[in-house]
């Protein structure tokens, strides 16, 4: 088998450069995240009366037992939060989009997790390619001998 120096000193130059990618995407999902502080809803839809003939069907915000809603805030002990929103059409979008931003922030940090946990792997792995190639990093990420 032949080694191609060439090939492998280009894909090592090319570690930075996706390395500065990754951190860079992480930063700006970080800023996605940081924006969408406070704006969000946790809790989730539940109608009255709208099944009832006669009667104009309201929107209340159902959040989980013990759950803080960062849009809502804290419920006392062993209780939720029960919101309600109405039936003015402008109120029950407001409502809803606070939920979608909800679920945007955790699809975000989903993201923001699986980019750490990559970018730590990248670490382990780097480790171990310097390792093979006889050498130690240390915390100062410089490569010396053995």
């Known amino acids: 088998m032949s080694i191609d120096i060439d090939r492998l000193a280009k894909m090592a130059a090319g570690c930075e450069m996706a390395l500065r990618a990754r951190f860079d995407a992480l930063d700006g ?4 995240l940081d924006a ?13 009366d709208r099944d009832h003939p006669t009667k104009t069907p309201k929107l209340y915000i159902l959040h989980s037992i013990d759950t803080a809603c960062p849009l809502h805030g804290e419920p006392s002990p062993g209780k939720r939060l029960r ?31 699986r980019l750490r946990g990559g970018l730590a792997s990248c670490g382990y792995h780097l480790q171990s390619f310097y390792g093979l ?14």
């Open 36 to 48: 969408l502080d406070g704006q969000t809803c946790t809790g989730r839809e539940w109608w009255r």
């Open 29 to 32: 999902l970080q800023a996605e």
């Open 133 to 146: 190639l006889g050498y130690t990093v240390g915390e100062d990420g410089q490569a010396r001998p053995r």
């Open 83 to 113: 919101c309600y929103v109405g039936s003015d059409p402008a109120k029950i979008d407001e409502a809803r989009a606070a939920m979608a931003r909800e679920k945007k922030r955790r699809d975000l940090e989903r993201e923001l997790s």
